[in-house]
């Protein structure tokens, strides 16, 4: 099983940029995909960006050219550089991981979460 870590949420002013942070920790045979997802109030959960153990990101619509991903994996972490930030983006992002189990099988995981607030 695996365990991720979340860090770096808190409240910013429109325009300002925040850093999120994430580690993987655990038992597994090996990270793959690593990203982050965003619930606002309200709403369902919904995809960010993501990155292959390769380095090919992916990106949402409403966050590309603002927010940039990025990965360590020596480190099994991740993270996520938000510029521009606005209103809209307030949510509780988690990160999220696809990791092979140590029977070689994937899976899906994600972390508790942490609350990004854009307001002034």
């Given at each position: 099983?695996?365990?991720?870590?979340?860090?770096?949420?808190?409240?910013v002013?429109?325009?300002?940029?925040l850093?999120?942070?994430?580690?993987?920790?655990?038992?597994?045979?090996s990270?793959?995909?690593?990203?982050w997802?965003?619930?606002?109030?309200?709403?369902?959960?919904?995809?960010?960006?993501?990155?292959t153990?390769g380095?090919?990101?992916?990106y949402?619509?409403?966050?590309?050219?603002?927010?940039?991903?990025s990965?360590?994996?020596?480190k099994?972490?991740v993270?996520?550089?938000?510029?521009?930030l606005?209103?809209?983006?307030?949510?509780v992002?988690?990160?999220?991981t696809?990791?092979?189990?140590t029977?070689?099988?994937?899976?899906?995981?994600?972390g508790?979460?942490?609350?990004?607030?854009?307001s002034?």
């Amino acid at each position: 099983q695996v365990q991720l870590v979340e860090s770096g949420g808190g409240l910013v002013e429109p325009g300002g940029s925040l850093r999120l942070s994430c580690v993987a920790s655990g038992r597994f045979s090996s990270i793959d995909s690593m990203g982050w997802y965003r619930r606002a109030p309200g709403k369902q959960r919904e995809f960010v960006a993501s990155i292959t153990r390769g380095g090919s990101t992916n990106y949402a619509e409403s966050v590309k050219g603002r927010f940039s991903v990025s990965r360590d994996n020596a480190k099994n972490t991740v993270s996520l550089e938000m510029n521009n930030l606005k209103p809209e983006d307030t949510a509780v992002y988690s990160c999220w991981t696809r990791y092979i189990s140590t029977t070689y099988l994937p899976n899906d995981y994600w972390g508790q979460g942490t609350q990004v607030t854009v307001s002034s």
